[in-house]
């Protein structure tokens, strides 16, 4: 099933199933008021979501709706715990050699992950609103996944189980402000505002085939001001799985229902996939070139990111924002 | 006033209204189920909970009820954010001393913060539980406040006017596990599990003189298995007060109704005062003596944390844990 939240009904608005086409949806309130509440009884509520998502896609649900994007809050507007990860190495081993710099063997072996602000997310279409071009604006498209409680210790088979939702993330970040920031040693907060999440968030079985060892096996699709900027592969020089880095994070602490873990920016081996994240670009231009020739995005500057089936159909809906002055 | 949560009516307890003495609460069941859902109309809900606060206090209030500090859980049992500070440079220079290092000079115009979880907070008597003694187990007593939503951008003098409640955290780190987290350069994840928050949050106004120039102006007491670890003034060495620290945060983002924003751990020049967390004893012995002799948390070792008035009336109830194992 595909589940989103409208706009309305407070701050963490109001949970909506839709369909599988992304069409039409139909308020859950029967059920759940919102996505953090159906999360925090998910075995409970799950299968009564199942039941109106069949009904929805059989067209028989009463009180369904033409679906309008615009409409959309991010699936969780403000959520309680979010944790990225950096599990796509060729980006981190690209990053290091521009910089003349080796990636450490323990990278291989134990993920690179962060603790990032889960206190209001931008809905699909939000603008984002920075207040300075110099910070050095960038996308990060991202796939992440929602979990339920997990017990601190789990395994990453047990922490697999516990993988209720996928979505993608545009994770913002401001390049400029990121070296500073990181030399104090503490990692990221001016550096990494808000994010921004899809418009659905699919639970694994609607990915069929396409979800398989906890990993997404479809492209990234990102556009910037319409033009065509990467395609790479999600299920490709992914280090960890999603079950490994949800039991990184709960090796010393339970984690909350409605959790998100990202997996960190998509990036290949093979550049010809182009990037899904500015940085990534700039520094195979650097590589390439001597030095970067594609700016960071600029006011005005749109980004598309989206995930689309094999017959071209998207999935979590598109992310497509602005980027806007304060 | 003074606000708390009791450890019912589901994963965000019940709002409770305690009075000044700690003794006798009431539930705001009329006015806000939980905390969260106070500070998410804070500018409505203050007045009301105000005048239930001089009702109890006067011994008037109905449904009033003796208060039983092990039926509390944290004020705010998941929050949406924490960030919390290291503003006592006395701590930072003590460290960077210890090894050979110095203290770069933008530390002390620039806030050193970090993006910490907030998905679960301990209740004030609730057991740390922790796998491994081998983790370099760490009390950190701290002051924090809780601001209402903030915008992006506030200076601040602006900050200071979302500054509502004020509270005490036990910010428990994990030792052995920093350096290595932190030599890979996003932060704390693993070594920051979850911390404990005091019984009550207190409204400033509570604090009288004791709350002056966003700063809490009272020795944090301490106590590990029953002995005396120390009483380093709050108001004392602190670089940055909490307006900075929250304009700090709020630079690039808003900040979310019900955000939590840490001092980092008390400590002073003056070195009698004793100290706030081990690792600063551990410092404090190592430049004296060469060598560090307090050992870190042992399984069965209890911490004390408690802020006191001129009285030596408790003001927002001690934190009193028992170290576990998981």
Redo the contacts between chains.
């Keep these: 099933m595909k589940l989103a939240s409208l706009k309305e009904g407070g701050?963490d608005g109001t949970l909506v199933v839709v369909d599988r086409s992304l069409t039409r949806g139909v308020k859950a309130a029967g059920i759940a008021p919102t996505l953090q509440a159906a999360l925090?009884e998910w075995h409970a509520m799950a299968p009564r979501l199942n039941a109106l998502s069949e009904a929805l896609n059989a067209g028989e649900a009463e009180g369904a709706f033409d679906l309008d994007m615009a409409t959309l809050a991010a699936p969780l507007p403000?959520?309680?715990?979010f944790?990225d990860g950096?599990a796509y190495l060729p980006h981190v081993e690209r990053v290091r050699k521009a910089r003349g710099a080796e990636v450490?063997e323990?990278?291989y072996t134990?993920p690179?992950?962060?603790?990032?602000?889960?206190?209001?997310f931008l809905g699909p279409r939000d603008p984002v609103?920075?207040?300075s071009e110099a910070?050095g604006i960038d996308l990060e498209a991202e796939v992440l996944v929602v979990t339920d409680d997990v017990p601190?210790?789990v395994t990453p088979a047990q922490a697999a189980g516990h993988i209720q939702l996928v979505g993608l993330v545009n994770d913002v970040s401001?390049r400029g402000?990121i070296p500073?920031e990181?030399a104090?040693?503490?990692?990221?907060?001016?550096?990494?505002?808000?994010s921004a999440l899809s418009p659905v968030f699919v639970t694994p079985d609607e990915l069929g085939e396409a979800w398989r060892n906890e990993k997404l096996h479809l492209p990234m699709r990102t556009w910037i001001n319409g033009a065509w900027f990467g395609e790479a592969e999600c299920g490709v020089d992914m280090q960890f799985d999603f079950a490994q880095l949800v039991a990184?994070?709960a090796?010393?602490?339970?984690?909350?229902a409605g959790?998100l873990v990202g997996s960190g920016t998509i990036a290949n081996q093979d550049t010809s996939k182009g990037a899904s994240c500015l940085a990534e670009q700039r520094t195979v231009e650097t590589l390439r070139d001597g030095k970067a020739s594609t700016p960071f995005l600029s006011f005005g500057d749109t980004v598309r990111i989206d995930v689309t089936d094999n017959d071209g159909a998207s999935i979590f809906g598109s992310i497509e924002q602005a980027i806007v002055k304060?």
Aim: net charge positive.
């Design positions: 701050r925090d403000r959520a309680y715990e944790v950096s450490p323990s990278f134990d690179l992950m962060y603790q990032a602000t889960s206190a209001g609103v920075v207040s910070f601190m210790g401001l402000l500073a990181l104090k040693g503490f990692g990221f907060l001016q550096s990494k505002p808000r990184h994070v090796k010393t602490r339970p984690l909350t959790t304060a």
